[in-house]
């Protein structure tokens, strides 16, 4: 609850950044819900992507992949939040925009794999 309450009331800095689809909202906690919501779209996608690409790679790349998964997921964590005391505030357009450019990462790994060269495992 107290993150929750720290993150909202960062949603002045947030309104900043808002991009296109949450510019124009008239309260920060419009804006915090809708930077929540395009956060949450990208997670999703990103889920479907990683999934859709363990399903290509034989046991070595689904290791490879799961490593680099959880090293990104640290790294992205890391960039996109800050301590402040006993809390945590988050950056959601910074977790929108990096979970989004590695869901296009994994986009491309798929591609890879249905190509003719098939999964290339030193690129995960």
């Known amino acids: 609850m107290k993150s929750w309450i720290i993150a909202a009331a960062c949603c002045t800095v947030a309104t900043a950044w808002a991009g296109p689809t949450c510019e ?6 419009d804006t ?8 949450q779209e990208a997670e999703q996608g990103l889920g479907t992507r990683y999934q859709e690409l363990v399903s290509l790679l034989d046991a070595d790349g689904r290791k490879r992949l799961r490593g680099g ?8 964590n890391t960039s996109c939040s800050q301590r402040k005391g006993t809390s945590t505030l ?9 979970t989004t450019a ?9 591609g890879e794999c249905r190509g003719a060269a098939g999964c290339l495992n030193d690129r995960l």
Do not use: N
């Open 24 to 29: 124009g909202l008239r309260t920060e906690f």
């Open 32 to 39: 915090m819900a809708c930077l929540h919501r395009i956060y």
């Open 90 to 98: 988050i950056d959601p357009r910074c977790m929108a925009e990096v």
């Open 69 to 76: 998964q959880l090293a990104w997921l640290k790294s992205r």
């Open 102 to 110: 590695r869901t296009q990462w994994l986009q491309e790994r798929i």
